[in-house]
């Protein structure tokens, strides 16, 4: 089983930018396909990014595409989401996961182990 804990979450005004992490323990990384997340109060938890085994494919929601950069060291058993250009509507907690199912690394439901999140507030 993988634990996942995220963090780099914090208050940030509109336009600038914030770097998350998200370390495991348990399990190697490298063996899956791995995916950030994010929930704003009242909303479904909708996919940001994801990003193969080796880093050499990446996937946006189109809403973040040209500000988030998602990336991991394999080495480090750590996944990052490189935030920038921030906006209020980015306001969220922010989860990362293993891709463990078949399905598309666009839907929740092939992630799992979801860590603890860790919350961005974006002030405008």
């Known amino acids: 089983q993988v634990q996942l804990v995220e963090s780099g979450g914090g208050l940030v005004q509109a336009g600038g930018s914030l770097r998350l992490s998200c370390a495991a323990s348990g399990r190697t990384l490298s063996s899956y396909f791995m995916g950030w997340f994010r929930q704003a109060p009242g909303k479904e938890r909708e996919f940001v990014a994801a990003?193969?085994?080796?880093?050499?494919?990446?996937y946006y929601a189109d809403f973040v595409k040209g500000r988030f950069t998602i990336s991991r060291d394999n080495a480090k058993n750590t996944v990052y989401l490189q935030m920038n250009s921030l906006k209020p509507e980015d306001t969220a907690v922010y989860y990362c996961a293993p891709a463990t199912g078949s399905g598309s690394y666009y839907h929740r439901q092939t992630y799992d182990y979801w860590g603890q999140g860790t919350q961005v507030t974006v002030s405008s």
């Open positions: 990003i193969s085994r080796s880093g050499g494919i990446s």
